[in-house]
């Protein structure tokens, strides 16, 4: 897990600063919920879509045998 503060919204970006402000993230402030806004602390998770990958990859070779 990220921990992060909504600092800021400017110009429908989510100035977003992570560890502490170590670190800023600029996201998109149109995929926040509805209920965040500046001032929120959030939690942020990434993890891998091996799904999706490996249906990319499929459709990548199956395009090169054509």
Known sequence: MIAGYID???ED???ILLND???QLNFP???LPE???EGD?????LS???EKKQAVLTE???LMDD
């Open 8 to 10: 800021r919204i400017e």
């Open 41 to 45: 602390y959030i939690s942020l998770s």
């Open 21 to 23: 402000g170590d670190y």
């Open 35 to 37: 209920d965040m806004g």
């Open 29 to 31: 402030a149109e995929l």
């Open 48 to 50: 891998q879509d091996e």
């Open 60 to 62: 990548a070779l199956s």
């Open 13 to 15: 970006v989510a100035v």
